[in-house]
């Protein structure tokens, strides 16, 4: 703004309201003070955040910029993304193929309609009304307890877009998904279990003379090897039984985690018999991919089972947001992109494109693919010459997109970020730049103002590893770190892990009145903390950081909200 870009031209997006309301308070804060400046001190202030003396038509403007930011109808475009897509579909309802004066969900709200979409389509299963679905959750029951399939239902309405999506590809049809489905899992479309099967035991498919012979070996062995010859023995025999009895005889050639076990064999007869041993490792081979087959088409029919009762509640889910002229903050996000993709609809961007000249994105390694797609559509006219602007405005004033964000720190997968896609589209706005012949600068942000070295140095050795850094980072780029707050004190403590204890089961029955002390690991962390936290307080330990004893709001406790657990005392 200072360089003469009107702030009305500029877009910031960051992740959540509280630091959208945050960064526009200290923006207003500080253009707010500059009026009052004496002019030593405005000089002063310019200084350091232009890293150069401010001419005097800088210090008029920086005066003027309050006056110029009020004047802009509803303030700094410093916004979350979903906001910033809410309000453009506000403005551009019918082109994106959505009822105008809509209402946007909350969380209670989303969750209170998909309660209500779940038992309306239950109740429909129960009166008969639809047999694929009856068919789909009797077969879910069958492997979930209630409370799981509650779980399973939260889980697929929160990957609805995705469930959409794959519909939306597959004709939004059922049975194409079916059949992409089974072609992607290696099956033709007669395959089945009962095929898979009859296949794995049909002689045109073993050598059972060389097996019966091998078998006949196994006799002449060790107990281990005696019992393993009489069940091949015995399969190989019972032609009628060979279906049933299959089992059993994968149990041979396999351990219970349905890899070939390590000997066919025990060692001293398979080196008297080496051509029996190696057809007895050839059949373990043929059962492993039998049973891997088995195990593929399992998973081909559970997924089918868990994708029509997910589609049929998204269908009804949706249905009731129409009816009621409501969005979820999906929509907003999957309507604005197909908004974007639209060819009918590209004069909006074009409409777009002449009130933007900065973007500006906060935590975007936290940014989802969706979301990438809007930034990069919205950005698509910065690296096409000089479209709408002219040469000389260009030049004065260039146009940029500005992304801060650490690979390292992303924490909402659960919201679909991928940090991969940080990287991704940091390569994709580098060739754009590179291109059009425009700079882009990588800066890298290694400074912490927060944590002391001792902290650093420990996020540094733990990801000192090639597999430990990129598993975080996706690169082989060295993580190192360095502090604003040098000389400053800090302590890491590795506590032992806390196992589970086997209890000892009480030989007579005992009346239950006395409570017992719940002996789980995270109740016991639980309450070791507070016991840490108990003492610093009691003994008054010097916070060296304030000079003073540690208070309770000095304490930072950071737990996954899935796994709060608190201490009962």
């Given at each position: 703004?200072?360089?003469?870009?009107?702030?009305?031209?500029?877009?910031?997006?960051?992740?959540?309201?509280?630091?959208?309301?945050?960064?526009?308070?200290?923006?207003?804060?500080?253009?707010?003070n500059?009026?009052?400046?004496?002019?030593?001190?405005?000089?002063?202030?310019?200084?350091?955040?232009?890293?150069?003396a401010?001419?005097?038509?800088?210090?008029?403007?920086?005066?003027?910029?309050?006056?110029?930011?009020?004047?802009?109808?509803?303030?700094?475009?410093?916004?979350?993304?979903?906001?910033?897509?809410?309000?453009?579909?506000?403005?551009?309802?019918?082109?994106?193929?959505?009822?105008?004066n809509?209402?946007?969900?909350?969380?209670?709200?989303?969750?209170?309609?998909?309660?209500?979409?779940?038992?309306?389509?239950?109740?429909?299963?129960?009166?008969?009304?639809?047999?694929?679905?009856?068919?789909?959750?009797?077969?879910?029951?069958?492997?979930?307890?209630?409370?799981?399939?509650?779980?399973?239902?939260?889980?697929?309405?929160?990957?609805?877009?995705?469930?959409?999506?794959?519909?939306?590809?597959?004709?939004?049809?059922?049975?194409?998904?079916?059949?992409?489905?089974?072609?992607?899992?290696?099956?033709?479309?007669?395959?089945?279990?009962?095929?898979?099967?009859?296949?794995?035991?049909?002689?045109?498919?073993?050598?059972?003379?060389?097996?019966?012979?091998?078998?006949?070996?196994?006799l002449?062995?060790?107990?281990?090897d005696?019992?393993?010859?009489?069940?091949?023995?015995?399969?190989?025999?019972?032609?009628?039984k060979?279906l049933?009895?299959?089992?059993?005889?994968?149990?041979?050639?396999?351990?219970?985690?349905r890899?070939?076990?390590?000997?066919?064999?025990?060692?001293?007869?398979?080196?008297?018999?080496?051509?029996?041993?190696?057809?007895l490792?050839?059949?373990?081979?043929?059962?492993?991919?039998?049973?891997?087959?088995?195990?593929?088409?399992?998973?081909?029919?559970?997924?089918?089972?868990?994708?029509?009762i997910?589609?049929?509640?998204?269908?009804?889910?949706?249905?009731?947001k129409?009816?009621?002229?409501?969005?979820?903050?999906?929509?907003?996000?999957?309507?604005?992109?197909?908004?974007?993709?639209?060819?009918?609809?590209?004069?909006?961007?074009?409409?777009?494109?002449?009130?933007?000249?900065?973007?500006?994105?906060?935590?975007?390694?936290?940014?989802?693919?969706?979301?990438?797609?809007?930034?990069?559509?919205?950005?698509?006219?910065?690296?096409?010459?000089?479209?709408?602007?002219?040469?000389?405005?260009?030049?004065?004033?260039?146009?940029?997109?500005?992304?801060?964000?650490?690979?390292?720190?992303?924490?909402?997968?659960?919201?679909?970020?991928?940090?991969?896609?940080?990287?991704?589209?940091?390569?994709?706005?580098?060739?754009?730049?590179?291109?059009?012949?425009?700079?882009?600068?990588?800066?890298?942000?290694?400074?912490?103002?927060?944590?002391?070295s001792?902290?650093?140095?420990?996020?540094?050795?733990?990801?000192?590893t090639?597999?430990?850094?990129?598993?975080?980072?996706?690169?082989?780029?060295?993580?190192?770190?360095?502090?604003?707050?040098?000389?400053?004190?800090?302590?890491?403590?590795?506590?032992?892990?806390?196992?589970?204890?086997?209890?000892?089961?009480?030989?007579?029955?005992?009346?239950?009145?006395?409570?017992?002390?719940?002996?789980?690991?995270?109740s016991?962390?639980?309450?070791?903390?507070?016991?840490?936290?108990?003492?610093?307080?009691?003994?008054?330990?010097?916070?060296?950081?304030?000079?003073?004893?540690?208070?309770?709001?000095?304490?930072?406790?950071?737990?996954?909200?899935?796994?709060l657990?608190?201490?009962?005392?």
């Open positions: 703004m200072l360089a003469g870009n009107r702030p009305n031209k500029i877009l910031c997006l960051t992740y959540t309201n509280t630091a959208a309301a945050e960064m526009s308070n200290r923006v207003n804060e500080r253009l707010a500059w009026i009052s400046l004496a002019d030593k001190e405005l000089n002063s202030e310019l200084s350091y955040v232009l890293g150069t401010p001419s005097e038509d800088q210090k008029v403007a920086a005066r003027k910029l309050f006056a110029e930011v009020l004047d802009i109808p509803g303030g700094l475009k410093i916004q979350t993304i979903h906001s910033f897509c809410q309000s453009l579909l506000g403005r551009f309802p019918i082109e994106a193929a959505i009822s105008p809509f209402d946007l969900l909350d969380e209670i709200t989303i969750n209170e309609h998909l309660r209500h979409s779940q038992d309306e389509m239950l109740l429909d299963i129960d009166g008969g009304k639809n047999l694929p679905l009856y068919e789909a959750l009797n077969y879910l029951s069958g492997m979930l307890a209630e409370e799981t399939f509650t779980e399973l239902m939260k889980k697929l309405s929160k990957e609805r877009g995705g469930i959409e999506q794959l519909f939306k590809q597959n004709s939004s049809s059922f049975m194409v998904v079916s059949k992409n489905l089974k072609n992607l899992l290696g099956f033709t479309s007669d395959d089945c279990t009962k095929t898979i099967l009859d296949a794995a035991v049909d002689e045109n498919n073993f050598n059972s003379t060389s097996l019966k012979i091998a078998s006949e070996t196994l002449k062995g060790t107990k281990t005696i019992d393993r010859g009489k069940v091949i023995l015995g399969w190989l025999k019972d032609v009628e060979r049933e009895s299959f089992d059993s005889y994968i149990n041979v050639y396999l351990k219970k985690d890899e070939p076990r390590v000997l066919q064999m025990t060692k001293n007869l398979g080196l008297e018999y080496p051509d029996d041993y190696d057809v490792s050839e059949e373990a081979d043929r059962v492993k991919i039998v049973c891997d087959r088995l195990r593929a088409y399992a998973l081909y029919e559970n997924t089918l089972a868990i994708l029509r997910g589609y049929e509640l998204i269908k009804r889910y949706n249905k009731r129409i009816n009621r002229n409501v969005v979820d903050f999906d929509d907003l996000i999957s309507k604005v992109s197909g908004l974007f993709h639209n060819v009918s609809a590209s004069w909006i961007l074009f409409k777009l494109d002449e009130g933007l000249d900065h973007i500006l994105i906060d935590e975007a390694q936290d940014t989802n693919p969706l979301q990438w797609g809007i930034i990069r559509k919205l950005s698509q006219e910065f690296f096409a010459g000089f479209g709408t602007r002219g040469e000389d405005e260009l030049l004065e004033n260039p146009r940029t997109i500005f992304a801060v964000g650490d690979i390292k720190q992303s924490i909402y997968s659960f919201q679909k970020a991928e940090p991969k896609k940080f990287d991704e589209n940091k390569e994709y706005f580098i060739k754009q730049a590179n291109d059009a012949k425009l700079k882009f600068l990588a800066v890298p942000m290694n400074l912490s103002f927060r944590s002391t001792s902290i650093l140095e420990v996020v540094d050795a733990v990801f000192d090639d597999e430990h850094r990129r598993a975080i980072s996706f690169d082989n780029a060295e993580i190192k770190h360095a502090t604003h707050r040098k000389g400053d004190p800090g302590l890491v403590e590795v506590w032992d892990p806390i196992l589970f204890d086997h209890e000892k089961e009480e030989s007579d029955w005992s009346v239950p009145i006395i409570q017992k002390p719940v002996q789980n690991p995270k016991k962390l639980s309450e070791k903390i507070a016991d840490q936290i108990a003492w610093w307080i009691k003994s008054e330990e010097i916070l060296a950081s304030k000079g003073r004893p540690i208070r309770a709001g000095d304490i930072l406790i950071p737990v996954s909200y899935t796994h657990t608190l201490p009962t005392n």
